[in-house]
């Protein structure tokens, strides 16, 4: 019988996940459909049962649902704890199983698909939002010498940042006290691409050597990466290889086989300009 999946979210036209992963199903032989589910504002648990009960065996939760998915979950992985968030859902022998593939997502892109080692990096994420509690615990694992989070609200980068300040030497700041620090990695983790603003990052925080990664993704250059670019970084992404790495990994975890990634990314990529 056909598997039912979906990716719910509010609103959804624009989820690229069933282009995603109906190619993932027709490259590895899966007979599955997956569809996309606006879920009302009001009633996203009713709208997750009633795709259980008609034989739905998973789903993607994108916003303004990934926290109602968390409290809903009777499994949590230790991954999705940690970012308070739960983007993957698998439906099994009456229990809704919960994952976070966002950070790791991210980390694949990051490492596998851009060549960037992050261990010994510096690393500056901007934002303190739930993209950048998603991105923080899978970035640290990797060893980057140093991680500091920039935030229009600096309490809010202290807040994100104090668990791992003793351990992980992370610091939260506000943007005016990034002065004349340099970085490896910058990631614009804030949600201002989305409606076309730049967050008040110096220019001189980017390593023209190093890389500006912006989580939003299918916008283009960005103003943030067109702050890079000008800043001298010629390698310059956005999130469209963190969407498709993520879906990846709750493929694998749904169907038991890991798709290939490489031409899903390069049919989807937007280019930079
Ligand atoms: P998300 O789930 O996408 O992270 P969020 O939890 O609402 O969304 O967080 C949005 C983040 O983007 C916040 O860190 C916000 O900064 P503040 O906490 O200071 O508000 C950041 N943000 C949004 N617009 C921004 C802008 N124009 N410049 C800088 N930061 C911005």
Partial sequence: MTDRYAVIGNP?????SP???????????QDMVYEAIEGPLEGFADAVRAFIAAGGRGMNVTAPFKLQAYEMADTLSERARQAGAVNTLKFEGGRIAADNFDGIGLVNDLQRNLGMALSGCRVLMLGAGGAARGALRPLLEQGPAELVIANRHPEKAEALARPYAASHGVRGISYAEIGRQRFDLVVNATS????????PVPATAFSPEGLAYELAYGKGLTPFLRLAQNAGVSHLADGVGMLIEQAAEGFAWWRGVRPETGPVI????????
């Fill in 12 to 16: 959804i036209a624009q989820s690229k």
């Fill in 19 to 29: 282009l995603i992963h109906g190619q993932f199903a027709a490259t590895h032989g």
């Fill in 266 to 273: 390069r049919r989807m990529t937007v280019p930079l300009v």
């Fill in 192 to 199: 201002a691409s989305l409606r076309g603003e730049l967050p």
